[in-house]
């Protein structure tokens, strides 16, 4: 993302001299295969995703134009804006916290005295490195109604057993559990490595004010890693929105609808079973676009809140 | 994108000058660490990390606990909290339940034929785009970083189409193609070779006759060993765990990667039974877990780096 330096960095380097034979096609050679790749299976399908969605598209019938009747059918469609609203339930759910979490953990690691330090960093990383679908399966069972872990430890302190897939709240707050797991280390180490280039100088002079660590936090800390907030806001936007393995894995076999009553069915969920499951490739792509369009209004207005939010701190 | 892109960036350069090298930092904390007591780090940080570190590890110890337990051990109140004999039968029921065996393979292929491609490709591209000189070269960087913004995943419909018409449903080929080079990867490559090929080596290569190619091979290949090892564990890893494109294109249990068939035994199953599914789990995750505690430090060196990369 660091679009300005690297724009810098290569005209000082063309300032170089003509060493690279200039009208040599060898350099375009080069990069041919990511250009071959993503334009084959990324811009390509994107784009066509828009083309399809005008059809009423079966893959073994018939393809007919219909215009715009699958947005029409979509935006009339509850199960749409059911999908939509857990998506978005369950994305703030896991983000919310996670990135929370990982800053203050970031700076609990970030001390230089540390001991541990290796091992720390290594255990907030170990659930990134599982798959998806371990850590749907572990959390399964561990959310269970009658033999889960979670259940046993409230039942123990006197609550009553959840039957956490059922109800809809409980059961997004359990895939949203499982989100914020597998990504909490992940941001950690990125806050991280943003605040060890913070300079020591800063701290030092917030210590001869009087500065206690909450308050060096508040006033250094987070102004300084600024940039990597917006950074990972917009990566877990993106990502979180398109939640997908976690519901599916929750739900079990009836983990395509999100449960059996759609409780915790998310749109890539849906469109997965709009177009693989019913075979209805037009309707999926429309909620395709539709999901694409959702997340570039939440990248926007994160963008605007996180950069707002930061900048007053 | 590119403009929103900008704006964490703008910041980064203002705060710049005031940062100092990486290498001096450690002499004021050392000085630092000498006149302040209260530098030391208190017993509650360690409580804290204590306890995120007992978050994330238990659930992968839970795995390993309730996949070498029979179900009825695991399903008592209060459940068994520590791994039992029960492994090796769970283990055989995954056998018997997929062809798991080949859903091994499939994925060993699968990862190592990407992480093999990614390296390669990328550092192909990125040699391309650190020190050969052609019209277009910072356009065309530009347009390869602001890909990765791009939620490829909702053109999964046409991407599926397009495997299909070439005969790749159910084909490995549909797995490794789409990923063999990355924008994340070409990025990490350029920022490598910059970093570590002296243009002056470059120049000598040049001189003494040796053409892109072999510059390419021979010296930045060799040059930038550590950021391509650290590229290639992440594509393995990323390969091995990926899920919704193979559970897209792979519909027949003898192609499925281990992620789909595991699925498969989640799914298909008349009766949960959680030991054979964490059985399952367990055989899938110890390849990446092995990885991991060989080469932890440098995932984590990674991650870092790639953060302030970016």
Redesign the interface.
């Known amino acids: ?7 810098a ?3 000082a ?2 300032a ?1 001299g ?3 034979r ?1 009208r ?1 096609l ?3 050679l ?2 041919a ?3 071959l ?2 334009g ?7 784009a ?2 828009a083309f ?1 969605s005008l059809f009423d598209w079966n ?1 073994i019938g018939e393809q007919a134009f219909i215009g715009f009747d699958n947005y029409v059918d979509l935006v009339a469609d509850p199960r749409f804006w059911n999908a939509a609203w857990n998506t978005v339930v369950i994305w703030v759910l896991s983000t919310v916290p996670q990135l929370a979490i990982a800053l203050v ?1 970031a700076a ?2 970030n ?5 541990f330090r ?1 091992g ?8 990134n ?7 749907g ?3 399964t ?2 959310f ?1 109604r ?2 889960g ?1 979670i259940n ?1 430890v409230i039942e123990f302190f006197g609550g009553q057993r959840i039957d956490w897939v059922a109800g809809s709240f409980s059961s997004q707050f359990a895939v949203s559990t499982m989100v914020m ?1 597998r990504w909490t ?2 941001n950690t ?2 806050y ?3 605040m ?7 701290y ?1 002079s917030a ?1 001869i004010d009087g500065a206690g660590p909450i308050r060096k936090f508040l006033t250094i800390t987070i102004p ?1 890693v ?3 907030i ?2 990972t806001v ?1 990566v877990s936007t ?1 990502g979180g ?2 939640v ?2 976690e519901p ?2 929750f739900g ?2 009836a ?1 395509v609808t999100g449960g059996q009553s759609r409780q915790f069915q998310t749109l ?1 969920l849906f ?2 079973e709009q ?2 499951r019913n075979l209805e ?1 037009g309707y ?2 429309a909620i ?2 539709a ?2 369009l959702i ?1 570039v209004v939440l ?2 207005i994160n ?1 605007a809140l996180s ?1 707002r939010i930061a900048s007053e701190k | 994108m590119s403009r929103t892109i900008d704006l964490p960036t703008a910041d980064v350069d203002e705060s710049a000058p005031a940062a100092p090298p990486r290498a001096p930092r450690s002499a004021p904390a050392a000085r630092r660490r000498r006149r302040r007591a209260h530098g030391r780090v208190g017993w509650f940080t360690y409580v804290v990390l204590g306890v995120t570190a007992f978050f994330s590890l238990f659930p992968l110890y839970w795995m390993f606990v309730v996949a070498s337990n029979d179900s009825s051990a695991v399903n008592r109140v209060p459940p068994v909290v520590v791994p039992g004999a029960q492994f090796l039968d769970n283990a055989a029921q995954v056998f018997e339940a997929v062809p798991f065996w080949q859903n091994l393979a499939n994925s060993f292929i699968v990862s190592i034929a990407i992480a093999i491609g990614q390296v390669l490709l990328s550092a192909l591209a990125g040699f391309a785009f650190a020190k050969l000189d052609f019209p277009g070269r910072t356009a065309l960087l530009v347009l390869v970083v602001g890909t990765m913004t791009v939620p490829l995943q909702l053109a999964v419909v046409p991407q599926f189409m397009i495997i299909n018409e070439l005969g790749w449903v159910n084909d490995l080929k549909a797995l490794i193609v789409p990923g063999l080079v990355t924008a994340f990867g070409v990025f990490w490559m350029r920022q490598a070779i910059d970093n570590s090929l002296p243009d002056e080596l470059v120049d000598a290569a040049r001189i003494d006759g040796a053409r892109n190619l072999r510059v390419f091979w021979s010296i930045a290949l060799p040059s930038i060993r550590p950021a391509a090892s650290v590229l290639g564990l992440f594509a393995f890893m990323t390969a091995w765990n990926d899920f919704f494109w193979p559970l897209i294109v792979l519909n027949s249990p003898g192609a499925f990667t281990v992620q789909v068939a595991l699925r498969q035994l989640q799914s298909q199953a008349y009766v949960t039974d959680y030991g054979v599914q964490m059985a399952g789990i367990v055989l899938g995750t110890v390849p990446l877990l092995l990885i991991f505690v060989l080469l932890g430090r440098q995932i984590v060196g990674g991650i870092m780096e790639g953060a302030l990369k970016s």
């Open positions: 993302m660091a679009t300005p330096a690297l724009v960095e290569s005209s380097l063309r170089r003509p060493r690279g200039r040599s060898t350099p375009y080069y990069i295969p990511f250009f790749v993503f084959a299976f990324g811009a390509f399908p994107l066509y995703t399809i893959p953990l609990v690691l001390q230089a005295l540390l001991r290796t720390f960093r290594m255990a907030v990383l170990v659930p490195i599982t798959s998806v679908l371990a850590v399966i572990i959390f069972q561990l269970g009658d033999y872990m046993t797991w280390g992940y180490l990125i991280l490595a943003a060890q280039s913070i300079p020591r100088a800063l030092e210590e300084q600024r940039p990597t917006i950074f917009i993106i929105l398109q997908f393995a599916l894995v079990g076999q983990g890539a469109l997965y177009g693989f490739f999926a792509s395709a676009w999901l694409f997340i990248t926007i963008l950069s």
